[in-house]
């Protein structure tokens, strides 16, 4: 059984269920630890999922993404600002992403993960969430945001291949039946 996945859609239901879970996570977490290192967690929490997912849609290991993400960890007991932790958060994602999963040496890549990190710290600076309710709507905002990405550059559905289905002849048929089915 072959199935599709369509990283925009999975981006914006991923940011839905992050959202929703945040408050959920909170109270979990704020059983072990106090303090802000809660909220630095549940969205290190959020980020590890995330990346989990980009090494899943690139084909790489599963752990691609660990030496960003185990910074990220470090700096979540460091770091005393909310908005230092997001910055941080929203440039280990854009390492993980293009750096990691989706490498392509392309200048026009830096420029939209620069854009995608200002667009994503811009809800943070304006709007500052101080209720749950305001941090359910940024993190789903956050993750709408970073389904840009998928807009921009990877706009067509991941299907995974079949490791004993190699014929160029097949490969071929495939991408015109995907053009043709486009038209």
């Known amino acids: 059984m072959i199935r599709s996945q369509h990283p925009i859609r999975t981006t914006i239901f991923f940011g839905l ?3 929703l879970s945040f408050i ?3 109270l979990a977490l704020n059983d072990v630890l106090h303090g802000s290192s809660v909220i630095y967690l ?3 929490l959020y980020a590890a999922g995330y990346s989990l997912l980009l090494s899943h849609w690139s084909k790489k290991p599963m752990l691609s993404g ?3 993400l185990l910074l990220l960890f470090v700096t979540s007991f460091l770091v005393d600002s909310i ?3 997001y910055l941080l958060s929203l440039v280990v994602i854009s390492w993980v992403r293009s ?3 989706f490498r392509n040496p392309c200048r ?4 939209a993960e620069l854009l995608l ?3 994503g710290g811009i809800p943070l600076a304006v709007f500052t969430p101080g209720s749950a309710l305001a941090w359910v709507l940024g993190i789903w905002m956050f993750f709408l945001i970073q389904s840009l990405y998928f807009v921009i550059f990877e706009n067509r559905v991941i299907t995974p291949q079949d490791q004993y289905e190699t014929d160029p002849f097949e490969q071929a048929s495939r991408q015109a039946e995907a053009i043709l089915s486009d038209l």
Not at 108 to 111: E, T
Request: proline fraction near 8%.
């Open 108 to 111: 026009i890549k830096l420029a």
């Open 117 to 119: 990190c200002v667009f």
């Open 17 to 19: 269920i992050c959202g």
């Open 24 to 26: 959920p996570a909170n």
């Open 99 to 101: 750096g990691i999963c």
């Open 83 to 85: 908005a230092a932790f």
């Open 66 to 68: 660990g030496f960003p």
């Open 42 to 44: 549940t969205l290190w």
